[in-house]
C-alpha cells in the first residue's frame, strides 16, 4: 500500500501521472479513435526503448556502463529472425534472440569486468562488430512464418484506453510492461536489488561487507543481455516481420538517454519511453492530419533532437550510480 | 570522483604532475603498477619498449586469422581472397589510386577520434563532422560556382573544416556547460546530419532536381581534385596535418595543457589548466579534421556530388584507426592505409570470388576487438603491460 510517507516523497511524480492521465482520457473522450491509435503507435514505438532502458538500469546499476546495448539489440533482431526463419519456428526465433542477447552481455560483462577493458570502449566495440556481422552474414528473402501475434489479456484489455493500448499486444510487448514493474521491485525491495545497488554505488564497501563485487557485476550484465536480445527480436519480429541491416537504427543509444532522462529508475524511464513514443507518435499524427507542413525527415530527426534536449535538461537533476564505468579491483 | 588516473585509496601523487610532456603511448618508461620490477633486457625488453607497435600488430595478425577461419566456412580460400584483396589494393593502378583515395579521410578521421582520446574524450561523432564538412563544400561549390576554381576549392575547405569544427562544438558545449556525454551526443549528432542532409539534397535547398536520385548539384569542373595519376591531392594533406598534430601535442604549450587535462583533469586544474578550455579546443580541432576529410571526399572522388552513402562508415573506421595506432596520431598512417587497402580492394573479392565485401567490416571489427582487448598485451608482458587507455570513469561525472 503507498503509505502517507511515500506520496509526500513523490508527490511531483504521483501528479503528473495524475495529469497525464486525465488529459489522455480527455483526449480519449473527445475522440476515441485517434486517441487508442496515437497511443498504441507511442507504445509500440516505446517498447524496445523501454527494454533497452532496463539494460542500462541493471548494467548501471551494478556499476558497468553499457554503450553496446545497440548492437546487442542488432545481434538479437538478427539471431532471432534468421534462426525462425530457418528453422519455420517463431518460438526458436524469440528463444535464439533472447541468448545471443546473453552471448553480448556475457562479452561485455567478461572483457570489462574480469579483462579490465575500458566499458565505453568495450561498448562501442561490441556495436562495430554487431555491425559488421550481421551485414556479413545478412541474406536476404528469407522470410519467418508469421510475426508474433498480438492477443488481448483477459479483463485487463477490457479497460478503456489502457487496455487496447497495453494489453491487446504481441508477447513481448507485454513482457516489456511487466519487466518494469518487476524489476523495480528486485531493486528496490529484495536482497538482490540492495546488493546490486551497493556494488553499484561503493563496491570496496561492499566488498568489505562480503559481497562479491566481480560475480554479481558478471551476472547482473550477462542477464541483462536477455532484454537486449528480447528488444532485437521484438523489432525483427514483433514490430515487423523482417530483418533489415542497421535495423536496431539508434534505439540502443535512445534507451541510453531515457535511462539517465528516468534517473537510472525503472518506472522513470518507462515514463520517459512514452513521453519519447509520444512525441514521435504526435509529431507522425500533426503530418497525417496535414495540419503541418514538415519534411518527413524532420518527423524521422525528433528523436534525435528530443535525446539532445532532454539530456541538456536532465544534467545536473540525476545523478549517476557512484561507481558506474570504474573497474573494480579487489583491494585496490 | 569519477577519475581513472586516482582509483580510490591511493595516495601516490599522479604522474601528471610531472613537468616535461611524455608521450605515453610511445617510448615511455614503463610504469609497473605494482612493486617496482626492473625493465627487462633482450629480446623481451625491446617488445615491452615498443609495444605500442608490437600490440597492434598482434592484433592485426590474429584478425586475419579469425578472419581466414570464417572465409574457410563460407567455402572459399582465405590465402587466396586475401591475396587478391592486397593484389588489388597495392598492385593495380586504379586499386591504388583507391586506396590512395580512402586512405586520406581515414587518417583525418583517425585524428578526429585520436586528439579527444588524448584529452579523455571519445569523439564517435566523427561521422556527422564529415558529413558536414562534405555538405558545407556542397552548398559553396554550388553556391559560388562562378569563383575560379582554386578559390573556389580554398573557400570550399573553410566552409567545410569550419561546418565540421561547430558540429563537433555543438557536442563539446554540451558537455562543458550542461555535462552530456560526448558519446551520447556526438552519436545523436551522426543521425541528426545524416537525416538534415537527406532532406537537403532531397528535394530541399541544395537538391540537384535534375537528377532521379537525391544528390547536391556537382562541383563545377575547375573546382575538381582531379588526382595527380595515383596520387589524390588530398593525401599529401592529411600526411601533413598528422604531423602537425603529433607535433602540438608533444612539442606545444596547447598539446601540453590537453595532455594534462587526459591524464587527470584535477591535477591539470591545480595548475592552472582549463579542463573547459581543452574540451572545446580539442573537440573543434577534430571537428575541424574530419570536416576536411569530407571536403575531399566532395572534391575528390567522381562522382564530384554530395549523395546519401557518401560518408560510408568512415567515421567508424577513425574509431579503428586511432585505436590501432593507440592514440598516436603518426600512428594513423600506417594503421589509415591498412584500413584503406582493405576499403580498396574489397570491390574485387566481390567480384572475382564472390565473397561478400562486408568481410571487411568483419575483419575491422575483429581487428578493433584484438587492438582493444587488454589482455593480449598482458599475456605477452604480463606486468610491463602499459596500462590501456580509461574513459568510462567519466560517465557519471
Known amino acids: 500500500m503507498p503509505d502517507m510517507e511515500w506520496l509526500s516523497r513523490n508527490k511531483i511524480w504521483v501528479g503528473t501521472a495524475a495529469l497525464v492521465l486525465i488529459g489522455a482520457y480527455a483526449f480519449y473522450a473527445v475522440n476515441s479513435n485517434i486517441a487508442v491509435s496515437m497511443f498504441s503507435y507511442a507504445w509500440f514505438l516505446a517498447v524496445p526503448l523501454v527494454l533497452g532502458a532496463m539494460v542500462g538500469v541493471i548494467g548501471e546499476r551494478s556499476g558497468v556502463v553499457n554503450i553496446g546495448i545497440e548492437g546487442q539489440m542488432l545481434v538479437g533482431a538478427f539471431a532471432g529472425f534468421f534462426a525462425a526463419a530457418a528453422t519455420q519456428s517463431i518460438v526458436v526465433g524469440v528463444i535464439v534472440g533472447a541468448l545471443s542477447g546473453i552471448a553480448m552481455g556475457a562479452f561485455l560483462a567478461f572483457s570489462t569486468v574480469v579483462g579490465q577493458l575500458d566499458q565505453i570502449i568495450a561498448g562501442v566495440v561490441i556495436n562495430i562488430v554487431a555491425t559488421g556481422i550481421t551485414s556479413f552474414y545478412f541474406e536476404s528473402g528469407k522470410t519467418i512464418p508469421r510475426g508474433l501475434p498480438n492477443f488481448d489479456v483477459p479483463l485487463l484489455s477490457k479497460i478503456p484506453l489502457i487496455g487496447p493500448v497495453f494489453f491487446s499486444d504481441g508477447p513481448i510487448a507485454l513482457f516489456a510492461l511487466i519487466i518494469v514493474f518487476v524489476l523495480h521491485f528486485l531493486l528496490f525491495k529484495t536482497r538482490w536489488g540492495l546488493r546490486t545497488r551497493a556494488v553499484g554505488e561503493y563496491p570496496s564497501a561492499a566488498d ?37 541491416r542497421g535495423m536496431s537504427s539508434g534505439r540502443g543509444f535512445l534507451a541510453l538517454a531515457i535511462l539517465i532522462f528516468g534517473a537510472w529508475r525503472p518506472m522513470r524511464a518507462l515514463a520517459a519511453a512514452l513521453f519519447f513514443g509520444f512525441m514521435q507518435s504526435l509529431a507522425s499524427q500533426l503530418q497525417a492530419s496535414d495540419v503541418v507542413n514538415i519534411p518527413q525527415q524532420f518527423i524521422n530527426l525528433l528523436p534525435y533532437v528530443l535525446t539532445l534536449v532532454v539530456l541538456a535538461a536532465a544534467a545536473g537533476r540525476v545523478r549517476a550510480p557512484g561507481a558506474v564505468g570504474q573497474p573494480f579491483v579487489k583491494g585496490d | 570522483m569519477a ?57 592485426v595478425v590474429l584478425a586475419f586469422v579469425i578472419g581466414a577461419i570464417l572465409i574457410r566456412a563460407q567455402g572459399f580460400n582465405p590465402t587466396y581472397a586475401y591475396q587478391r584483396l592486397f593484389t588489388r589494393s597495392f598492385l593495380t593502378h586504379d586499386g591504388l589510386l583507391a586506396t590512395m583515395q580512402k586512405t586520406t579521410p581515414l587518417i583525418l578521421v583517425g585524428l578526429a577520434v585520436a586528439i579527444p582520446l588524448k584529452v579523455g574524450l571519445f569523439n564517435i561523432g566523427g561521422q556527422g563532422q564529415l558529413m558536414a564538412g562534405g555538405i558545407g563544400a556542397a552548398w559553396v561549390a554550388y553556391a559560388l560556382r562562378d569563383l575560379p576554381g582554386p578559390l573556389l576549392v580554398i573557400v570550399a575547405i573553410v566552409v567545410g573544416v569550419l561546418l565540421g569544427a561547430m558540429w563537433a562544438s555543438i557536442a563539446a558545449l554540451l558537455k562543458t556547460t550542461r555535462g552530456v556525454h560526448e558519446v551520447i551526443s556526438t552519436i545523436m549528432l551522426n543521425s541528426i546530419a545524416v537525416g538534415l542532409i537527406d532532406w537537403l539534397i532531397n528535394g530541399g535547398p541544395l537538391a540537384d532536381k535534375g537528377q532521379p536520385f537525391p544528390t547536391s548539384h556537382s562541383v563545377p569542373e575547375g573546382a575538381r581534385l582531379t588526382p595527380l595519376g595515383i596520387l589524390p591531392w588530398g593525401l599529401p594533406v592529411a600526411l601533413i ?15 601540453f595543457e590537453l595532455q594534462t587535462v587526459g591524464r587527470n583533469k584535477f591535477a591539470a586544474g591545480y595548475a592552472g589548466i582549463s579542463t573547459t578550455k581543452s574540451t572545446l579546443i580539442a573537440m573543434a580541432i577534430s571537428g575541424g579534421l574530419a570536416g576536411l576529410a569530407g571536403v575531399f571526399e566532395l572534391l575528390q572522388i567522381d562522382p564530384y556530388r554530395y549523395q546519401n552513402g557518401i560518408a560510408g562508415s568512415l567515421g567508424f573506421d577513425g574509431i579503428t584507426i586511432a585505436l590501432l595506432a593507440r592514440g598516436n596520431p603518426l600512428g594513423t598512417i600506417p594503421a589509415a592505409i591498412l584500413v584503406g587497402a582493405m576499403r580498396a580492394g574489397a570491390p574485387s573479392l566481390q567480384f572475382e570470388l564472390g565473397i561478400r565485401p562486408e568481410i571487411v567490416d568483419v575483419l575491422l571489427a575483429i581487428t578493433l576487438l584484438m587492438v582493444s582487448l587488454p589482455v593480449i598485451a598482458k599475456w605477452i608482458f604480463r606486468r610491463h603491460a602499459t596500462k590501456q587507455t580509461q574513459l568510462a570513469g567519466s560517465w557519471g561525472a
Open chain 1, 208 to 244: 568489505t561487507a562480503g559481497i562479491n563485487v566481480i560475480a554479481l557485476r558478471l551476472f547482473n550484465v550477462t542477464a541483462a543481455g536477455i532484454l537486449a536480445g528480447l528488444a532485437g527480436t521484438y523489432l525483427s519480429m514483433e514490430a515487423t516481420s523482417t530483418f533489415e
Open chain 2, 3 to 59: 577519475d581513472p588516473d586516482r582509483p580510490p585509496g591511493k595516495d601516490a601523487p599522479a604522474p601528471a604532475a610531472d613537468p616535461a610532456p611524455v608521450d605515453t603511448t610511445k617510448a615511455a618508461p614503463v610504469v609497473a603498477e605494482r612493486g617496482a620490477a626492473p625493465p627487462p633486457t633482450g629480446v623481451l625488453g625491446f617488445l615491452v619498449r615498443h609495444q605500442a607497435i608490437v600490440v597492434p600488430i598482434i592484433a
Open chain 2, 241 to 255: 596535418l598528422a604531423v602537425l598534430v603529433a607535433w602540438m601535442l608533444k612539442r606545444t604549450t596547447l598539446g
